[in-house]
């Protein structure tokens, strides 16, 4: 079971940055892949980023793909998600994810066992 608790939301102009955190519950976190998803007004809920159990391996949705990066510190059983040159159409419901099934399609829902409640993300223009 993992329980997952993001935060560093918020109200942030065009271009400007913010870093997320996902902080895991559970003595086997360091064995879940880990990613972020994010639902904007109006749209169904569309992946960003997932980083492997490992931190070897990324994968980045074509929209942030240069702006955006995923990182993991296993000691402290945190995710991360560093947002660069923040666009409007970045504001988003984040929520973060884990999973232990690794050969799954990763950029489907159905392919992550456990969600955080999420943090909202504003880019004003």
């Known amino acids: 079971q993992v329980q997952l608790v993001e935060s560093g939301g918020g109200l942030v102009q065009a271009g400007g940055s913010l870093r997320l955190s996902c902080a895991a519950s559970?003595?086997?976190?360091?064995?879940?892949?880990t990613g972020w998803f994010r639902r904007a007004p109006g749209k169904e809920r569309e992946f960003v980023a997932r980083?492997?159990?490992?931190?070897?391996?990324?994968y980045y949705a074509d929209s942030v793909k240069g702006r955006f990066t995923i990182s993991r510190d296993n000691a402290k059983n945190k995710v991360y998600l560093q947002m660069n040159s923040l666009k409007p159409e970045d504001t988003a419901v984040y929520y973060c994810t884990a999973t232990r099934q690794y050969y799954r399609d990763y950029e489907s829902q159905s392919s992550y066992d456990y969600w955080g409640q999420g943090t909202q993300v504003t880019v004003s223009s």
């Open positions: 559970g003595r086997t976190f360091s064995s879940y892949d």
């Open positions: 980083i492997s159990w490992s931190g070897d391996t990324t």
